[in-house]
Every structure is written in C-alpha cells, then in structure tokens.
C-alpha cells in the first residue's frame, strides 16, 4: 500500500476548477517533483493533501489517501493531531510564516507543546537540539532571534527543523529553495536529502526548478494549466518523454558550455 494516493482529485473554487483529475501515488521514503509554470496548480495540490486550501477551496471530486485513510473525512481534532507531526509543510520563505513580533524560539514552543505534554523548557531545549541538527550554529541565540534578524537561508532551516521535530512521515515543500541564492540551496536540498535518508521520510516538492527536480526527485509530475501535463520516473521525463509541454520545459533550461544540467 502506498503512503500517499492522490486519486483523480478535482480542486474547485467556487464554480471554478483550478485543479482537475490530478493522481499521485507516493511510497515511503520517496521523493515526487511537481513541476510547471506559475498557475500550474503545483501548491494548491500539496495545500489539498494537508487540508489548508486557502479562500474556500475544496476537493470536489476523487478523494486523498494517507496510509488507508481519507484526508478528506478528517475533522478539527483529527487534522490537529496529524499536521506538524506525521505531515509536515515546509513554504516558500518560512520565515514570512512566522509572527515577525514573536521570538523565533516562543513560536518553537507553542509548537512543540500542541504536540506534546511537556514542559517550556524541555521544549525549548528540543527545539534548540533540532536546529542544531540543522547545522544552525549557536541555536539558542537563534532561538532567541526574531524572524527579520535572520538570512534567507537561516529561516529556511528554522522551516525545516520544526517540520522534521517529529519525524513526519510524509514531507511537503512548496517552492522551498526559490528565494535563496544558490549555494545555500544546493545546502538547503542536501538537507532535505539527508532527512530522507535518515528518517524515511517521504517528500512532495513544489518547484519551477528543472535542476533542483532532476537532483532530488525519484520521480517528477508536470503540470499545466490545473492538469497533469507528464509523469513518470526521473530518467523517463528527463530522457525518454515524448510530451511536447515537457519537452520545452528542458529547452527552457539554460545551458553551460553547450551542456544543459538536468
């Protein structure tokens, strides 16, 4: 059985259909690449499997299945409990989620204590002790730092130690390494790499970047216009598709030195 099965979902807001007969199946451990252009419908599908479309969306149609179990019957008390501890979402820039008045560190807490019964101070050590693992150095002095004072980079990482505190099971990232320059995406992605590898986390992620999907996806889904366009394994879409969409996509790439890298 598959961790994740996206079965032929229509998204809909109001009389309009943004998003329509989309399927995914995802395994544990596995890492899918949802690809295409701005409008694409990318992020309001892994914004569907977590339950936070956003201005009144809904599925209309199909239905989402995590581990045997409909996402779309889930009430309150159910989505509480399984958001931030066995489905995490990294953003686009994770700092702008945060309150800018807050400390990163409060935030931290009050995070950690809707999942678990335990003390301020043992949850600000366990928050501290993630953003260690994620190389961020002097942690409590980033836990006592407000979004602002942070890089780019920084607040990425911040995103990534409270989506991975519990170990999700299944890892969704909406554009996670667009606002950042390229050597600390290149870092950014190694991370994501690496959680998957240690913890068998399975990873969603939304991004316009050919060369991030190629590094990182066992397989890619392309979309267009609300549907999708092409799917398949990493080496079908990059070498062996016959999709006209997904083809121009790759001449879209820049090359270097007559070399195209993906």
Sequence with gaps: MA???INNIDISYGKTVTVKDCSISLDKGEIC????????GKTTVI???LGLLAGGGKVTAGDIIYE???LLTLNDREWRALR???ISMIFQDSGAMMNQTRLIGKTYVEYILTHENISKKEAWE???EMLGRMRLPDPDRIMRSYPF??????RQRVGIAMGMTYQPRLLLADEPTSALDVTTQAQIVRQMMELRDEYGTAIIIVTHDLGVASYMADKIVVMKNGVIEDQGTREHILHETENAYTKKL???????GGKRYV
């Excluded at 004072?149 to 920084?154: E, K, N, T, V, W």
């Excluded at 790759?250 to 270097?256: D, F, K, N």
């Design 68 to 70: 045997g179990r409909s």
């Design 84 to 86: 931030g501890h066995d």
């Design 47 to 49: 914004r569907a499997v």
């Design 126 to 128: 366990k928050g501290a």
């Design 149 to 154: 004072q942070l890089s780019g980079g920084q």
């Design 3 to 5: 961790l994740l099965e």
């Design 33 to 40: 690449s949802i690809v295409g252009e701005s409008g694409s």
């Design 250 to 256: 790759m001449e879209a790439v820049p090359s270097l």
